[in-house]
């Protein structure tokens, strides 16, 4: 089995969120461990780590960053962007990956995967999550 960055991985779970984000809003049952075997194809921790961490503290996450998307609710943003931003503030606070490399990371999918409004609200909303951490929240 090949082995991926951790950036080719952040891909990954990105997908995966989307895919659920995508069956919420519809209303169809999932299993997340069958998502993240579809969509992932390979069984790594931190896949697993990353996507049951952002479904458990889902609405810490989604409250956090209602408070700093300047006059938007992530109800508004589109799937992609809403798990980016989940996956950033979820990495931020309960994982050890330097706060540097989790706003880097979400920026750069950002980059790719949502416009440039989109990309700069979650670099900013992810600047202020890391400077509540930082103030002790």
């Known amino acids: 089995m090949e082995h991926k960055t951790r950036s080719e991985l952040r891909v990954i779970i990105m997908t995966i969120l989307y895919?659920?984000?995508v069956y919420k809003k519809n209303q169809i049952g999932y299993d997340v461990e069958a998502v993240i075997k579809?969509?992932?194809?390979?069984?790594?921790?931190?896949?697993?780590?990353?996507?049951?961490?952002?479904?458990?503290?889902?609405?810490?996450?989604?409250?956090?960053?209602?408070?700093?998307?300047?006059?938007?609710k992530i109800d508004r943003?589109?799937?992609?962007d809403k798990a980016i931003l989940e996956?950033?503030?979820?990495?931020?606070l309960y994982t050890n990956t330097p706060s540097v490399v989790c706003i880097n990371e979400a920026?750069?999918?950002?980059?790719?995967y949502s416009d440039d409004h989109v990309?700069?609200?979650i670099n900013a909303t992810l600047d202020k999550v890391l400077k509540e951490k930082e103030n002790g929240r």
Request: charged fraction near 25%.
């Open 87 to 92: 996956m950033g503030i979820y990495e931020l």
């Open 107 to 112: 920026v750069e999918l950002a980059k790719v």
């Open 77 to 80: 943003l589109g799937n992609t």
């Open 38 to 72: 579809e969509v992932a194809q390979i069984d790594n921790e931190f896949v697993k780590d990353m996507v049951y961490g952002v479904i458990t503290y889902q609405n810490e996450l989604d409250n956090l960053a209602n408070q700093y998307l300047d006059g938007w």
């Open 19 to 21: 895919q659920i984000h």
């Open 119 to 121: 990309r700069k609200m």
